[in-house]
């Protein structure tokens, strides 16, 4: 089945304290993309990934690191969390061919930082 | 960074009505999308539209992209309680970011 898969789905963690949060697509999409939610404020792109070792910053990246070294995977790294960033994660991903429009999203990571 | 302004913000309508919804932003996009959540899981495409003037039909739902590319809109035709849900729209610019709207919220009555 074509699916992103992120992990955790629920995380609470205190401030500072390192975290990562995997994201995994088995579409072999080149376009991966992390998104925040937030009330009334919809979606916000934190960062993004065209292919393997290219990364760029979305509208909100302050706070975030990404990396993409597999094709398959798009990690969100956290390296000191705050409590501005408990939020409601998306990954997506979707292929260049078809302009990297038609993103698939994964089921979501709540995170709480206390 | 760009505002998408999504209007209404919510909507309470009687089942068999038909419902509409617009985007409207302040910068121009080459791509606008349109996307549904429910709660608990992550937004699912309902329609693209890649050229301005496209008008694009997806069962019941018409979306159409503005012919000065700075706006969007959404119909649903004769709404069904499976309908529920907030509604996004998205705008993908030039340089591959995506900027999204901030959510119309669906209820529909039995």
């Known amino acids: 089945e074509a699916q992103v898969t992120q992990n955790p789905r629920y995380l609470i963690t205190v401030t500072g304290k390192k975290l990562t949060v995997t994201c995994s697509q088995n579409?072999?999409?080149?376009?991966m993309s992390w998104y925040r939610q937030d009330p009334g404020l919809g979606l916000r792109q934190i960062y993004y990934?065209?292919?393997?070792?290219?990364?760029d910053k979305g509208d909100v990246p302050e706070g975030y690191k990404v990396s993409r070294k597999e094709k398959r995977n798009f990690p969100l790294i956290l390296e000191s969390p705050s409590p501005n960033q408990t939020s409601l994660y998306f990954c997506?991903?979707?292929?260049?061919?078809?302009?990297?429009?038609?993103?698939?999203f994964g089921p979501g990571t709540r995170l709480t930082v206390t | 960074g760009q505002q998408l302004n999504q209007s209404p913000q919510s909507m309470f309508i009687q089942e068999g009505e038909d419902v509409s919804m617009n985007c409207t932003s302040s910068?121009?996009?080459?791509?606008w999308l349109w996307y549904k959540q429910e709660p608990g899981e992550g937004p699912v495409l309902l329609i693209a539209?890649?050229?301005?003037?496209e008008l694009t039909s997806n069962g019941r739902l018409t979306a159409q992209f503005g012919i000065t590319r700075k706006d969007s809109f959404l119909n649903i035709s004769a709404s069904i309680p499976s309908d529920v849900g907030i509604y996004f729209c998205?705008?993908?610019?030039?340089?591959?970011?995506?900027?999204f709207g901030t959510g119309t919220s669906l209820t529909v009555i039995p």
């Open positions: 997506a991903s979707s292929s260049r061919d078809r302009g990297a429009h038609e993103q698939y």
């Open positions: 579409m072999n999409h080149e376009y």
């Open positions: 990934s065209m292919n393997v070792e290219v990364t």
């Open positions: 910068s121009i996009f080459n791509t």
């Open positions: 539209l890649y050229k301005a003037g």
């Open positions: 998205a705008g993908l610019n030039t340089g591959n970011q995506f900027y």
